[in-house]
């Protein structure tokens, strides 16, 4: 989503050491705190800032906590603006195998979904490529790469942002091979912490009949552990390993159910709009939408629970079909 930020900003070079509302750079610089108001899309948010020279400054990191996107350091500075505000790099524990000659398979998996989604960039080989990699990937082998065209870096740059929404231990992201040829690939994210602290809710959980009991159990159980905190990401590493509830963002819950879902086999993907994130679930032969952060808002933790309609309206709803036909083909039939 395109934000707009009303302020003046710029990047200060060298150390600034702070003291009291006076800040002096190691040039000697004179930096005082900045009465300046900041505005988000039209809502006030706190930054700190400095008047310097006659003009503004704010940390990066604290523009990207205010417009939601990721800004961290690895040696060089990387903002990634179809990404969550998280202040760290992904997760990543398995680097992207080199290319090899792997061809895909001469089966069309494409057969077997809606043909409604096919549209513009969502193409049937696009589909076929990441089918066959997340099908390597849940059999545990990640070094599975398929190739993929894309008439333009921008359509290249979409999908890749709409496959982060399948992230629950596997990730599938494209990488670039020359001219408009581009391959899909799998990455396994740590989540050995999760895996181990929430065991014993997953045999708990696997003894239920349904898969509505199961969600309806996954559900309550991050509502226990979690405090809803609109300016707060976190993982499910995170989640998971803390003794009390953790605060978190609408997007944090989103993930942790997407989580939770692929330890228990229930296809889940995770749905943003409007700001916001939730959850489209198969259940009981059906995709429904789910919110557990709004549940988690409300008495009883169930005010969207399996529903025909979401609370806000998706951005992509194109995409997420693509996706939940990825996952379950034929299913938005």
């Given amino acids: 989503m395109k934000r707009t930020i009303s302020f003046i900003t710029g990047v200060l070079a060298g150390a600034v050491f702070f003291g009291g509302g006076i800040a002096y750079a190691a040039s000697g610089i004179l930096a005082e705190r900045s009465a300046q108001v900041v505005y988000v899309d039209g809502q006030r948010v706190k930054l700190e800032a400095y008047l310097i020279d006659g003009a503004n ?12 996107f990721n800004v961290y350091w690895d040696g060089a500075v990387h903002i990634e603006s179809g990404a969550s505000y998280t202040g760290q790099a992904p997760d990543i524990i398995t680097a992207a195998p080199e290319p090899t000659n792997e061809t895909l398979s001469a089966t ?31 059999a545990g082998d990640f070094s599975k790469r398929a190739p993929v065209y894309f008439s333009s870096y921008s359509n290249r740059q979409k999908f890749e942002h709409l496959l982060v929404n399948l992230a629950n231990g596997t990730t599938l992201s494209v ?27 997953i045999r708990e959980v696997g003894q239920m009949s349904t898969d509505r009991e199961k969600v309806t159990r996954l559900n309550e159980w991050i509502c226990e552990h979690m405090i809803y905190n609109p300016k707060i990401v976190v993982g499910p590493n995170e989640i998971t390993e803390a003794h009390e509830p953790v605060e978190g963002n609408c997007t944090s819950y989103a993930g942790l159910m997407n989580y939770l879902c ?59 079909k693509f996706l939940m036909e990825l996952l379950v083909p034929g299913s938005t039939k």
């Avoid at 057969?111 to 513009?120: H, L, V």
């Avoid at 990488?175 to 602290?197: H, L, P, W």
């Avoid at 709009?273 to 169930?302: A, C, F, K, P």
């Fill in 57 to 68: 400054y704010v940390k990066l990191r604290d523009i990207g906590q205010a417009a939601n």
């Fill in 108 to 138: 069309d998996h494409s057969a077997a979904a809606n043909p409604e989604i096919f549209t513009g960039f969502y193409s049937r080989e696009a589909y076929n490529a990441a089918y066959e990699v997340l099908e390597a990937a849940r």
């Fill in 175 to 201: 990488n670039d091979r020359g001219g408009d040829m581009y391959e899909i690939y799998s990455i396994k994210v740590d989540r050995n912490t999760a895996d181990m602290a929430t065991a014993e809710l």
């Fill in 262 to 320: 692929a330890r228990v086999g229930i296809p889940c993907i995770v749905v943003s709009g409007e700001s916001h994130s939730w959850n489209m679930i198969y259940v009981d032969g059906e995709w429904s939408y789910t919110d557990v952060s709004l549940n988690d808002q409300v008495y009883g933790h169930d005010y969207l629970l399996f529903s025909d309609t979401p609370h806000k309206q998706p951005n992509n709803p194109e995409g997420n």
